[in-house]
């Protein structure tokens, strides 16, 4: 939820962030690109990927990667900066919607796997509802300085409870 909501918050208010800096839309469309073009690569081949990763371990890179884009988005000066962590959306998001779904499977019984699938998806969407919420009265309330500086809050909740909740566990494939 935590993640999810960084995510949100983030990618929905770009165009406020790549302003800051002096960009427009144009520039919200290259960032966005970017972050699509790395993170695609990685859904396609998640299936070797988790071959060679456990699905606990590619969480909790996901995790670590949201946080360090967080605090990368938070001290970006220019708008290069913020294409360079955009990159970073590879092993961020590109790894935690897959991983996550996975995860639900590997860590539920059999006959409750559809279920756990679908609280992951529930609580992503909910995490993205409230990062489109919040990230208004964030900017309105502060500024993108303030909406950075929650969001970096966020990825550090998210990635906390996410190392205490994930468990190394057995595939069943």
């Known amino acids: 939820l935590f993640l999810a909501a960084f995510h949100s918050m983030t990618e929905n208010y770009f165009i406020t962030l790549m302003q800051s800096l002096g960009g427009d839309s144009r520039h919200v469309g290259v960032a966005l690109a970017v972050a699509t073009v790395v993170e695609v690569p990685v ?3 998640f ?4 071959r060679k990763l456990s699905t606990s371990l590619m969480l909790k890179i996901a995790a670590l990667t949201f946080l360090v884009k967080a605090f990368c988005l938070l001290i970006a000066r220019s708008i ?16 935690l919607i897959p991983a996550g779904v996975l995860y639900a499977e590997q860590s539920t019984a059999r006959e409750d796997m559809v279920k756990g ?7 992503y969407a909910l995490g993205c509802c409230c990062g489109n919420f919040l990230g208004v009265q964030l900017i ?3 500024g993108i300085r303030l909406l950075l500086q929650v969001g970096c809050g966020f990825a550090a909740a998210g990635t906390a409870i996410l190392f205490a909740a994930v ?3 057995k595939s069943r494939a």
Request: aromatic letters at 16%.
């Open 140 to 142: 309105t309330a502060g």
């Open 43 to 45: 859904f396609v081949f």
């Open 47 to 50: 299936t070797p990927l988790r």
């Open 167 to 169: 468990r190394t566990r």
């Open 117 to 123: 699938q679908a609280l992951f998806t529930a609580f």
């Open 80 to 95: 290069l900066a913020v294409y360079a962590t955009e990159l970073l959306q590879a092993t961020s998001y590109g790894l």
